[in-house]
């Protein structure tokens, strides 16, 4: 099924992310978590993408699984590390396997700096995938901005690039602060931006996925979460416990002020993923 398709309804959804293995012999325990977060019967499930190695076969392999297990799947797809050789090897797998949507991004620069030079941007991407078949095309989108844009309205402009190009969704990267995307959602709908943009929510069970957010994006921690943080942070199990509360309160924020799109960053954690869910069982039918 394609997800716009899915969001075309208006009604609350939740969704979750794996991504896939960096080694071979990490494939059964990633594609095991893969399957125990399908039973929570989610509205599609993510699968990230392993630029520029192997890995990248993961990526169509953890996604047929899923759709076996009828759940709708999104399979990552960046071009930043990749020929556009590669990329239509991918999305020939994936018309194969009949896999409906694609999520086009970009993708990090690699450490090493090494990039492809068939692409620039992630537009690209979505208008050439957009020419090779009948997918269902989303992308991210930056409610704080893109660490690269000089500044949010610049940014803004390269997201609506995305969806002229042929994006039917956006996602957004996480945020710890819904005043900053109810602000977003009012400046992107002003600039003529209709398209359905799904909440990215992470939640943080740790204190070494905060500082790995921060440095790699510089989101707004509010203080009401700085407090959790400082509290709990050296209590694994309270740390957890407070995360996923923080995200849940979160979602049923988002979804009292009609955001019904909700895509849970589950970093291949089923326990995390089911507590969300169990908490929302009313709230999400």
């Known amino acids: 099924m394609k997800i716009r398709d899915i969001l075309a309804k208006n009604e609350p959804t939740l969704s979750f992310e794996v991504f896939p293995p ?18 929570l019967n989610p509205a599609f499930m993510s699968v990230t993408y392993g630029a520029g190695g192997g890995t990248s076969q993961y990526t169509v392999d953890i996604a047929a699984s899923l759709k076996a297990k009828g759940v709708t799947p999104l399979a990552h797809l960046t071009c930043v590390s990749s020929t556009r050789e590669k990329v239509h090897s ?12 694609v999520l086009a991004l970009r ?26 078949g009948d997918f269902c095309i989303g992308a991210a989108c930056y409610p704080e901005g893109h660490v690269e844009s000089v500044n949010k309205t610049e940014d803004i402009q ?27 959602l009012y400046r992107v709908r002003e600039k003529g931006i209709t398209v359905p943009v799904i909440a990215g929510i992470m ?20 203080a009401r979460f700085k407090a959790i943080v400082d509290r709990f942070g050296d209590n694994p199990a309270a740390m957890k416990q407070a995360g996923i509360a923080y995200a849940t309160e979160q979602i049923i924020d988002l979804i009292a002020n009609h955001v019904n799109g909700i895509h849970v960053y589950s970093m291949n954690k089923p326990d995390v993923a089911a507590q969300i869910k169990n908490s929302l069982s009313e709230i999400i039918r």
């Open 107 to 132: 993708g990090d620069i690699p450490k090493d700096g090494k990039v492809e030079h068939d692409y620039r941007y992630a537009s690209e991407l979505i208008a050439e995938i957009k020419a090779s």
């Open 90 to 101: 991918v999305l020939d797998q994936l018309k194969a396997q009949g896999i409906e949507n």
């Open 158 to 184: 390269h997201l609506k690039e995305k969806v002229e190009a042929g994006c039917d969704f956006v996602t957004t990267q996480m945020f710890f602060d819904n005043n900053i995307l109810y602000n977003y």
């Open 22 to 39: 960096k080694t071979e012999d990490k494939y059964e325990s990633v594609e095991q978590a893969a399957s125990e977060i399908a039973k």
């Open 203 to 222: 939640p943080v069970t740790n204190v070494a996925q905060i500082k790995r957010i921060c440095s790699m994006s510089g989101t707004y921690l509010p």
